[in-house]
């Protein structure tokens, strides 16, 4: 894993963008890996001032996201695609074919994994996976214990993971118990990862990422098994290191 320090978020969404501008000039057609969550705001800003300053364009690239939550549907403001549609997709050359994430409001849920495990495929699978991590070292909603092996797959959402993601809803009860999130495995197909961390509290997770070793217990690591992992995390993240 090659590691990239930052002195604060803003500079680790400035060098992630970079990363990420780089692999969509040098093949336009590039499938992106994309992820929700406080993680990748910068980056995202930073994508869309480069679009408009340097016409950097997304007309031909193919996004698949990490995940969606289920029973919410594309319209539903606390949604992902929602989420992405705000943060990110609105404000670049990028058409509804070209958007994907998993349809949290399928009638079966199993075939919508089923379906989106196929979909990634047929794009020739994605290039560069964007993510971020959890306290408790999940990666997609792939919590502790999650096989290394799962593909997409429904997922109960953990009581703190609901707890951290509450501060996106008007009350905490409003947030789903469960998600559509692309599997460990489905991760660790993509040609590149690129995972961002900053602030005090990812802190203990990155430690533990760098210095402890292989488990199923801590889903990032499994991006060990990885040979082509970037780590771009700032000094408050990187604190325990
Ligand atoms: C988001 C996702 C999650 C987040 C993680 C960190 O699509 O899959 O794994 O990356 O929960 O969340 P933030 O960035 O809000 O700290």
Do not use: W
């Amino acid at each position: 894993m090659k590691l990239i320090s930052a002195k604060n978020q803003t500079e680790m969404s400035r060098k992630a963008s970079s990363l990420i501008i780089e692999t969509v000039r040098s093949a336009p057609e590039a499938v992106l890996g994309l992820a929700t969550g406080s993680t990748p705001l910068g980056t995202y800003q930073e994508l869309i001032r480069d679009h408009s300053e340097n016409g950097t364009s997304y007309g031909k690239v193919t996004t698949i996201n990490l995940d969606e939550y289920v029973g919410l549907d594309a319209d539903d403001p606390n949604s992902f695609r929602h989420f992405m549609d705000n943060q990110l997709f609105e404000a670049l050359d990028i058409s509804e074919q070209q958007i994907h994430l998993p349809n949290g409001t399928a009638e079966n849920l199993d075939a919508e994994c089923e379906r989106y495990d196929i979909l990634i495929k047929q794009t020739g699978g994605i290039d560069l996976q964007l993510l971020g991590i959890g306290e408790n070292g999940h990666i997609g909603f792939n919590e502790p214990g999650t096989p290394f092996s799962s593909r997409t797959h429904v997922v109960e959402l953990t009581e703190s993971t609901r707890k951290a993601n509450a501060r996106f809803f008007e009350r905490p009860e409003d947030v789903p118990t469960h998600a559509i999130t692309m599997g460990i495995d489905s991760i660790l197909q993509s040609q590149k990862i690129l995972l961002l961390a900053f602030g005090a509290s990812k802190a203990e997770a990155i430690k533990r990422l760098v210095h402890g070793g292989v488990s199923e217990d801590f889903p990032a690591s499994a991006l060990k098994r990885h040979d082509d992992v970037t780590l771009i995390a700032d000094e408050e993240a990187l604190a325990l290191v």
